[in-house]
Nanobody, 118 residues
Framework: QVQLVESGGGLVQPGGSLRLSCAAS????????IGWFRQAPGKEREGVSC????????YYTDSVKGRFTISRDNAKNTVYLQMNSLKPEDTAVYYC???????????WGQGTQVTVSS
């Protein structure tokens, strides 16, 4: 059974940090690009970051550049999203998704809630 499971979400104060994890089961991540997406209440889902299957290429939406870092550990079959200097506008459900390219996600996780609030 192919599955992606996110973890690491929670409540954090503005300026704080969280690290999200996306663990795969039923397939190996090293053949897939992995992206992080988020959806805030009343808003459309947006792409946040993506990393190529080799890890050699990474992409970030403008609003998180310099604050978020995506990485992968293929030996652990896991992709991470380190989020620093968090802002209230980062509050959303965060999803990871895997596919042959960043532009074509195929498998999706169930999401993890991130809330940035004082």
């Amino acid at each position: 059974q192919v599955q992606l499971v996110e973890s690491g979400g929670g409540l954090v104060q503005p300026g704080g940090s969280l690290r999200l994890s996306c663990a795969a089961s039923g397939f190996t991540l090293d053949s897939y690009a992995i992206g992080w997406f988020r959806q805030a209440p009343g808003k459309e889902r947006e792409g946040v970051s993506c990393i190529s299957s080799s890890g050699g290429n990474t992409y970030y939406t403008d609003s998180v550049k310099g604050r978020f870092t995506i990485s992968r550990d293929n030996a652990k079959n896991t992709v991470y999203l380190q989020m620093n200097s968090l802002k209230p506008e980062d509050t959303a459900v965060y999803y990871c998704a895997g596919g042959p390219q960043c532009s074509s996600p195929k498998y999706w996780g169930q999401g993890t809630q991130v809330t940035v609030s004082s």
